[in-house]
């Protein structure tokens, strides 16, 4: 887990850390104990800097030292986020240890992440925002005078989140006309070469200094393409800023009915326009908005109540040497 912006995953890993623990549970960050009751699996990337584990140790855990532990498999990541070729394959066989999957986007069940036998051990748990930080105190809703001032924020600068739209509105921002209509402030790291050239860019940030300058804006925008869920959509929103969204990946399973969708650079024009109508509604939906931490969290404690439950059960029918190939290709550190 690291400090400062770094991407959604990891924030979201410190809230569900932070929270479980002021509800007393125990929280490490390694398999050294010998008396852990559930291990979360992050990422299927051994060699990634912040794995502190992989799952080739989770089994070995299970299989050497600790029978009763029960493995969850977080999949938040996929090939068709970044136009990778292994993602999705490295997931499947870090499944192989999971007694149960949960994806923070239901349309990621659909894509061959899963194991087949797993099938029926999977939970959708949406992400949540902290609203400690981000929250609408001291947002004003756009006046309807002047552009609407449109914000994202990216920790990655890939240009599958969005880019081809991103460069399409500064294209636009360098006419007059639309200078009237819009503008756009990007937050955050772009693919390399990349520059804008009439919009605002700004570095990453986190926290407070990231909630202050969402809530100088009015509307929210994301185009990102075959997003596994995001937490910078969830931000903008609990900030107060109505959501124009890509109908792509799971963005309409978080923001359907807190604004308004666009296929491409093709409708993005009119999406705006038509979110400078029909503003006020869309900043009333806010009110119901409910993408919190405390819901991911209270979620994720129900699942690990019905685990705990369950666990006699779940050990019985464990095999952990039912395939020796696929126990053997997760301890290869690929």
């Known amino acids: 887990m690291e400090d400062g912006p770094y991407g959604g995953g990891n924030s979201v890993i410190r809230s569900m850390s932070g929270l479980l623990a002021d509800a007393g549970h125990t929280i490490v960050w390694s398999l050294v104990d010998d008396d852990i009751d559930i ?52 997931q499947r066989i870090a499944n192989y240890a999971a007694d149960h999957t949960v994806c923070v986007g239901s349309w990621m069940l659909d894509l061959n992440v899963i194991r087949p036998e797993h099938k029926d051990h999977f939970t959708a748990i949406l992400n949540g925002g902290e609203t400690s930080i981000f929250n609408r105190k001291g947002h004003k809703p756009w006046d309807a005078k002047g552009p609407l001032k449109l914000i994202t924020h990216h920790w990655g600068g890939n240009w599958m989140k969005g880019f081809d739209v991103y460069q399409h509105m500064d294209n636009l921002l360098a ?7 819009f503008s756009f402030t990007y937050v955050g790291n772009v693919p390399q070469g990349f520059s804008f050239k009439n919009a605002t860019h700004l570095p990453p940030r986190s926290g407070d200094a990231l909630a202050d300058v969402l809530r100088s804006h009015d509307a929210y925008i994301t185009a990102s393409i075959n997003e596994p869920a995001g937490l910078h959509h969830i931000e903008g929103a ?13 963005l309409p399973e978080y923001c359907a009915g807190y604004g308004l969708s666009f296929e491409g650079v093709d409708d993005i024009e009119q999406t705006i326009k038509t979110m400078r109508k029909e503003y006020n509604q869309w900043y009333k939906s806010l009110d119901s908005y409910h993408f919190t931490e405390r819901k991911m969290v209270d979620e994720y404690q129900k699942l690990f109540d019905d685990l705990d439950k369950k666990r006699p059960q779940i050990v019985s029918q464990r095999r952990i040497w039912r395939n020796p190939l696929l126990f053997a290709l997760n301890q290869i550190p690929f």
């Open 39 to 90: 291990i979360v699996l992050v990422d299927p990337r051994l060699r990634s800097p912040n794995i502190p584990f992989s799952a080739g140790a989770s089994v070995l855990y299970q299989a050497f030292r600790n029978p009763k532990a029960i493995v969850i498999q977080q999949i938040h990541d996929c090939d068709e986020r970044k136009h990778t070729r292994t993602m999705n394959l490295r």
């Open 175 to 181: 006419n007059p006309k639309w200078q009237d209509v």
């Open 238 to 250: 609990l900030c107060g800023l109505p959501i124009i969204f890509r109908n792509s990946g799971a």
